[in-house]
């Protein structure tokens, strides 16, 4: 089996600099992981600067699994990547990409490298891999979006009293 990627890219309504500094907040992660998906830091160091990592144990379907990531690649408002040290996939590689779209808008983009473990037989499970991909990563930017919105309307708020 070879290689797959997903993307998913959205705009968001803030300036680089700020949905960027989002990121590194240490509750960011925890922000975004979805309701439905089961998981427990084991470790998480160092936010997402390079070498920094993070552990969990992810529950599904009557299964425990630990996934570790580390985080390479980090260029402050441009980008940062994480790659599987050890887990459930045979690869991943996710890149999370930032651009400017405006003075106060940021075209986000995460995308995802990744490969499934047992060859042929893993090739079986790939639609239900996208499906729980895009799943993910649309919760992810929604979450991102809303934040930013209410950041905006609490900030007009603000200015209007």
């Not at 890219?9 to 309701?35: C, E, Y």
């Amino acid at each position: 089996m070879s290689k797959k990627t997903f993307t998913k890219r959205s705009l968001i309504n803030g300036p680089i600099a700020d949905v960027f500094k989002w990121h590194q907040h240490p509750d960011a992660f925890r922000r975004l992981t979805p309701p439905w998906h089961k998981i427990e830091i084991l470790e998480k160091a160092d936010g997402i600067k390079d070498g920094a990592r993070v552990t969990m144990l992810i529950y599904a379907h009557g299964m425990k699994v630990k996934w570790s990531l580390q985080h390479t690649g980090f260029i402050e408002n441009k980008q940062f990547c994480d790659y599987q040290v050890s887990g459930p996939l045979k690869s991943w590689f996710h890149r999370h990409l930032f651009e400017p779209a405006g003075d106060h808008a940021t075209s986000l983009e995460d995308r995802v490298e990744y490969e499934l473990p047992f060859g042929f037989f893993g090739s079986v499970a790939e639609p239900i891999a996208e499906k729980e991909l895009k799943r993910l990563f649309d919760y992810r930017h929604q979450v991102l979006q809303k934040d930013f919105q209410a950041r905006t309307a609490n900030a007009s708020a603000s200015e209007q009293h």
